[in-house]
């Protein structure tokens, strides 16, 4: 018989201030509704919570797509649905990127068996429409253009309006990742003409990782029944699990019940605010972030004009170690930012304002510990600088 290594002690995780890239931090009323007693997966109180899931997820995605559910695992099995469900050998696809969650995308692609384009911005810049254009002429029968619209990597918002025309003009379907975006950002699945897209429980939705909201339009979904050979995956085979999340109430496999009660209520959560009064709040504390790290002398990193609000990335200044601010605000302040990825890595700081995180007390405090952690490292700089530069655009916006 093997014994436990040791008496293991009760979780008591230190609250932490989550402004990293994900994830977020959570309402009490998310956590609460997590610890209420389980049903089983064919209940038909659990069918109804499932019901009013899609209804909510389907405001929040601005869709009213059939197909809208939320997928078992995190935002990276939203990313592996669509494209494993859209793409099969032979298929050919152009994947856009400009940071690491692209790249995902392209490592996903392949993996399909597709041929896949990729057409390549630099890093904290957007996808320009023309490199979308050449990519189509390189390979006229694309079926499938693939994009990130909020880069958590780079904190690009791509503009999406130009890129989608494109798609539709040469016949192909488009898939959009917008896992730091919705419910943070505008996300207009129905106006934009976005044909499948996924997201993440974890970034700007505010509820604890583990699904992944994705919504297919009827396009979309004559694609994956017209394939030529089944899904690869069994686990992420849409085809199926629509008969779960539709009238037929198919056993696939189980639902996670907790998560989903969890995500329920976090959509609760946007719809009491409302969508286009959480994009301001997003909008705004971004902008009065933005302007306090200026005004203590940090430079943004994306590209002005084509910053996401939800994720606010800020160059490291030459004398300062990255690792160590981080480790400062976490040990001092039980504050949580996240450093660069890929290329970038040591290179920039990356701050997110999401859901329920997006506050001004957020925001002036994440400021005053930024202050303090670079005067720590040598970098003279100004707290009170910081705090009066983003009052005043709370001000300004107060009026
Ligand atoms: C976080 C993130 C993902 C991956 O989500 P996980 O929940 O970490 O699997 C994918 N795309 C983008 C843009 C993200 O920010």
């Known amino acids: 018989m093997l014994e436990p290594k040791k008496k293991y002690g ?25 610890s209420t007693p389980l049903l089983g997966h064919l209940d038909p109180e659990f069918i109804e919570i499932m019901d009013d899931t899609r209804d909510l997820l389907r405001y929040v995605f601005q869709t ?19 494209l494993s469900n859209l793409l099969e050998p032979k298929a050919k696809a152009i994947v856009a990127y400009c940071g690491v969650f692209g790249q995902r995308m392209v490592d ?8 896949v384009e990729v057409v390549q911005s630099e890093w904290g810049h957007i996808i320009e429409p023309e490199q979308v254009e050449a990519a189509f002429k390189k390979m006229p029968t694309a079926q499938v253009l693939a994009f990130v619209h909020a880069e958590t990597s780079t904190g690009i918002m791509q503009p999406v309006k ?32 976005i044909d499948a897209a996924y997201s993440g429980t974890q970034k700007c939705i505010s509820c604890p990782p583990g699904l992944a909201p994705i919504s297919l339009n009827d396009k979309a979904r004559k694609m994956l029944h017209n394939r030529k050979s089944p899904v690869s995956s069994w686990y992420l085979d849409l085809t199926m699990i629509e008969r ?54 940090l430079k943004p990193f994306a590209q002005d004009g084509y910053r ?22 976490l040990n001092k302040f039980q504050i949580e930012i996240s450093g660069g990825l890929g290329p970038v890595k040591g290179q920039i700081w990356r701050v997110g304002l999401m859901g329920s995180n997006s506050t001004r007390k957020n ?10 952690a670079l005067n720590a490292q040598g970098f003279k700089t100004s707290a009170s600088a910081a705090l009066e530069a983003a009052t005043v655009v709370y001000n300004e916006a107060a009026c």
Not at 16 to 30: C, K, N
Not at 108 to 115: F, H, L, Q, S
Request: hydrophobic share 45%.
């Open 10 to 34: 009760e979780l008591a995780p230190t609250e932490r201030i989550l402004l990293g890239a994900g994830p977020s931090g959570v309402d009490s009323r998310v956590l609460r509704a997590m």
């Open 64 to 82: 009213e797509n059939t197909m809208t559910l939320p997928m078992s695992g995190t935002g990276s099995a939203g990313m592996d649905t669509v």
């Open 108 to 115: 996903i692609a392949k993996r399909t068996g597709a041929e």
């Open 162 to 193: 130009d890129i989608v025309k494109i798609a539709h003009d040469h016949g192909a379907v488009v898939a959009m990742d917008c896992v730091t975006s919705l419910g943070g950002a505008p996300v207009l699945l129905d106006q934009w003409g």
């Open 244 to 297: 779960y999340w539709g009238q037929e109430r198919f056993y696939h496999h189980t639902a996670p019940i907790s998560m989903v009660y969890a995500l329920r209520e976090a959509l609760r959560i946007i719809a009491e605010e409302g969508l286009e009064a959480r994009w301001a709040r997003h909008q705004l504390n971004a902008r009065a972030f933005t302007a306090g790290c200026e005004a203590m002398g």
């Open 308 to 329: 996401l609000p939800s994720l606010i990335t800020l160059a490291v200044p030459e004398e300062v170690k990255e690792d160590e601010v981080r480790q400062y605000l």
């Open 363 to 372: 925001v002036m405090l994440a400021l005053t510990a930024l202050a303090a």
